[in-house]
Structures are given as structure tokens and as C-alpha cells.
């Protein structure tokens, strides 16, 4: 059933919409709230999520969050995606944080649950098997930065990018993983300044601290982090999966050991001076 559903859900060259099934705890069922698109030719092997909530600029509500849980959960038992790349289709937003307006409704219990789903997304996202690499084309406030935090690469437009974990200003704190992830990717000193002070910072100020691998100026259509992105997709695709898939468990996890058939014929390949034939084994 799960392959089915997967086969499904990556429908070649074309976005698919994903429904999910209501329940009291997760919401009302709404319309699609992301797409997932399955790249072809040269970019076989690339996965996109679009979230397309506009009427909230993409927060984080029960619905999106139940939408992003199930495509995750079945695009990691396709091994055909070699990368995952997470984009908006909201102009000049990635994603807004949390829904708190949906939040004000919520007895203490389910903000309780609310928080602990949000923050199960963030850890399946890190978790993913496959490279994941957010492009940030808009803002990216709170949750909708702790969704970045939690990808492996980070691509943003330099000016129209804006990104902070921003939860002190409200008398909240960055529940969904941002007090961990922020401090190991730029040090404890620097993450606490930027959580004490709320501060929001560009695209090109996130890329000087090292927040983001790549800030490239923006274009007419708003999507150039999304096409810097894909560039750098693009480089990942002609790796050896496994082995890229192994740096990513090694680096996250201290793994050292990578016993697989292509890591045998790179090492060959090097020896005897030919391009290597990697094979996914």
C-alpha cells in the first residue's frame, strides 16, 4: 500500500496535490496545503514540496503540518529520491511560523499536542534519508525557519529573504527545535543572541554568519533562491546515492564506516584514473 502511495505521490514533471483525512485532533480537512512534484531529464531524482497556503502565508496550522508528516513519511521509503527540496508557492514567503491564530483556539492540552506534531516534523525532516535543502525566496519567521534549520542546505535571496527566530517577541519560545539546531549551526553565543533579541536578519546578513550556504540576488519572478537551489540539487544528482546518503548519517551521527559496492569502485576508479560507475549498491 505504502509503495502505491508513493508511486502516487510523485507524479513525473507534474505537482501533485495531497489530501489528507480530517480528524478532531488535527483539524478540519481543507484543500491540498502542499504539491509534491517529482523532476524528469536531467533533474530525475529531484523531489519538490511546494507549500501553497497563501490565505496565511504558509503557517505552520494543523492541516499543512498533517500534509507535510504523510508526504515525508512516504517519500523516505523511495529510494529514487535522491534529493528534497523544500519551496514555496507563495511569493515573497517561505514560511510565516506556527499558525497562532489557529493556536488561540486551542485548549492548553492541544497546544501541547500541537507543539510536540510540530516539533515530530522538524526531527522527520532532519531525519530524511535524502540530501534536503530549503530555498527561501520570502520570509521564513519562527517555525518557518526551524523548517529550514531542520534541511540539510539552506539557499536564500539576499534581500527580499528575511529569517529569525523571532518567538521572544511575542513571549513564546522557539519550541519546534531552533534552540538546538541554531546553536550547532552557528555556536551557542551567537544563537542566543539572535533568540534573546528576536532579531531578523536578510538573506545576504544570513549568509555572512554562515546561517545559509548560498544568498543570490533576487529576480523579477521572485524564485531565485528556488533556482540557486536547484543548481546545487543539480550537483548533488551525480554523486553516489548511497554514499552521499552515508555522509549525511555520518556527519548527523558519527558514523565512519561506509561498506557499500560504490564506495569499492570509487576507490578504483581513483586508482586506476577513470570517471567511476556508480551503480547504487
Excluded at 74 to 85: A, G, H, M, N, S
Amino acid at each position: 500500500m505504502l509503495r502505491a502511495l508513493t508511486s502516487a505521490l510523485r507524479l513525473p514533471g507534474s505537482w501533485r496535490s495531497l489530501r489528507t483525512r480530517g480528524c478532531a485532533s488535527h483539524g478540519a480537512t481543507g484543500d491540498p496545503e502542499i504539491q509534491v512534484r517529482a523532476l524528469t531529464g536531467r533533474d530525475q531524482g529531484i523531489t519538490e514540496i511546494l507549500m501553497n497556503r497563501p490565505s496565511a502565508r504558509n503557517a505552520l496550522g494543523n492541516v499543512l503540518v498533517s500534509q507535510l508528516l504523510e508526504a515525508l513519511a512516504q517519500l523516505r521509503e523511495d529510494q529514487q529520491v535522491r534529493v528534497l527540496l523544500f519551496r514555496s508557492g507563495v511569493k515573497g514567503v517561505f514560511c510565516a511560523g506556527a499558525d497562532l491564530k489557529e493556536r488561540e483556539q486551542m485548549s492548553e492540552a492541544e497546544v501541547g499536542i500541537f507543539v510536540q506534531r510540530l516539533r515530530g516534523l522538524m526531527n522527520e525532516i532532519a531525519a530524511f534519508p535524502a540530501p534536503t535543502i530549503a530555498a527561501m525566496d520570502g520570509f521564513a519567521l519562527g517555525g518557518g525557519l526551524e523548517l529550514a534549520l531542520a534541511c540539510d542546505l539552506r539557499v536564500a535571496a539576499a534581500s527580499s529573504a528575511v529569517m529569525g527566530l523571532i518567538e521572544t517577541t511575542r513571549g513564546l519560545l522557539p519550541g519546534a527545535g531552533g534552540t538546538q539546531r541554531l546553536p550547532r549551526c552557528l555556536g551557542v553565543a551567537l544563537a542566543k543572541e539572535l533568540i534573546f533579541t528576536g532579531r531578523r536578519l536578510s538573506g545576504a546578513q544570513a549568509q555572512a554568519l554562515g546561517l545559509v550556504n548560498h544568498a543570490v540576488s533576487q529576480n523579477e519572478e521572485g524564485n531565485a533562491a528556488y533556482h540557486r537551489a536547484l543548481e546545487l540539487a543539480q550537483e548533488i544528482l551525480p554523486q553516489a546515492p548511497i554514499a552521499v546518503r552515508l555522509g549525511k548519517v555520518a556527519i548527523d551521527r558519527g558514523m565512519e564506516n561506509i561498506p557499500t559496492q560504490d564506495r569499492l569502485e570509487g576507490m578504483a576508479a581513483f586508482r586506476e584514473k577513470r570517471p567511476p560507475r556508480f551503480v547504487g549498491k
